[in-house]
């Protein structure tokens, strides 16, 4: 799985921005999909995830009530729109796909695919 994220940038405290990430494989609809972000100097952590459109969406408690993911599987796309960003926000926001056995929690889950990375940086 090839995976591209884009949509970054640099916006003001309490702006938005939407990320996206295009996943190149066969059936990329069967693959679950997630968020995650690493500042500098800090531990990767986990944001978002879910597997079908319809399905359940799991997210950390830091983001649950301003970012929102989803995604378009026509496109082979997954999106992270972020609301009310804040300083601490500014991170690498990576995007990441996998087939994930049914009935693992996502949040656990070993995501073995991931793209570049787009940067996000929130400024006060």
């Known amino acids: 799985v090839q995976l591209q994220a884009s949509g970054g940038g640099r916006v003001q405290v309490g702006e938005s921005l939407r990320l996206s990430c295009v996943g190149h494989?066969?059936?990329?609809?069967?693959?679950?999909v997630a968020w995650i972000r690493q500042a500098p100097g800090k531990q990767r952590e986990f944001l978002s995830a879910?597997?079908?459109?319809?399905?359940?969406?799991y997210y950390a408690d830091s983001v649950k009530d301003r970012f929102t993911i989803s995604r378009d599987d026509a496109k082979n796309t997954v999106y992270l729109e972020m609301r009310n960003l804040k300083p601490e926000d500014t991170a690498t926001y990576f995007c990441g796909a996998e087939r994930i056995p049914y009935g693992t929690d996502l949040r656990l889950a070993e995501f073995g695919n991931w793209g570049q990375g787009t940067q996000v940086t929130v400024s006060s």
């Open positions: 879910m597997r079908w459109s319809a399905g359940r969406t």
């Open positions: 494989a066969h059936a990329f609809a069967s693959y679950a």
